[in-house]
């Protein structure tokens, strides 16, 4: 299974200081517009920032899952790109937080060989999918009616930005899309779903093949099921 987001984030003095500055206009603009004939409708954006840090974690956590549950092992659980500020173990797996939580990962790998296309679609999956189960108990809990009307309450605007940052969260993750770092190329979970399911069957067993190589797996090393 590919990482689904690049571990290589700002590393250069001048990639640093860009980033920096990126932050503090975003923080200028969302103060300036927050403070120039408010409304409350106008938390709604600064309500959905907050909520993507949380959002990428209830991400992450929806692939590690699924892959626990498929039988999977799950490694390595890292929360955001570019410098690590803390690691921690939460059982046997390892944790990482990075910088920017903008993005993450989950390292895992298979431990037998059954049916691997379907099960390493469903990890992909898994990461949006909780998300757009979010909002769906929201939208059923609430109904249609109170989460998208207009409404001047902060507490209701509040859940309708979680609400919105959840499924454009997903939509953004299932939209199939890839990027080249230096060590290797990295897919999305859109297309890390396309590619567990349809990339040819050669290719995809030698991934496979490669994967379970690795020193101290417990795998089937029969042929996979495909």
Request: some cysteine.
């Amino acid at each position: 299974m590919y990482d689904p987001s690049p571990q290589r984030g700002p590393q250069t003095p001048g990639e640093k200081l860009f980033v920096r500055l990126l932050v503090m206009a975003m923080v200028c603009f969302l103060f300036v517009e927050l403070s120039q004939d408010f409304t409350p409708v106008k938390l709604s954006v600064l309500f959905f920032f907050l909520f993507w840090c949380p959002l990428l974690v209830l991400h992450e956590a929806g692939h590690a899952l699924m892959a626990a549950g498929l039988g999977w092992s799950v490694e390595q659980i890292v929360i955001g790109m570019g410098e690590p500020l803390k690691r921690f173990k939460l059982g046997a797996v390892a944790v990482e937080l990075r910088l920017l939580p903008i993005e993450g990962f989950v390292r895992c790998r298979p431990r037998d060989l059954q049916w691997p296309r379907l099960k390493n679609a469903l990890v992909y999956f898994a990461g949006p999918g909780i998300e757009l189960l979010l909002a769906a108990v929201m939208l059923l809990g609430l109904g249609p009616e109170r989460l998208l009307q207009r409404t001047e309450g902060i507490g209701m605007i509040a859940v309708q930005s979680l609400a919105a940052a959840a499924v454009v969260s997903a939509v953004i993750n299932l939209i199939p899309f890839s990027a080249e770092t230096p060590e290797r190329k990295i897919v999305n979970d859109g297309l890390g779903i396309l590619l567990a399911l349809f990339m040819p069957r050669e290719q995809y067993l030698k991934q496979m093949e490669a994967m379970i190589a690795e020193p101290d797996a417990c795998v089937d090393r029969d042929r996979p099921n495909l």
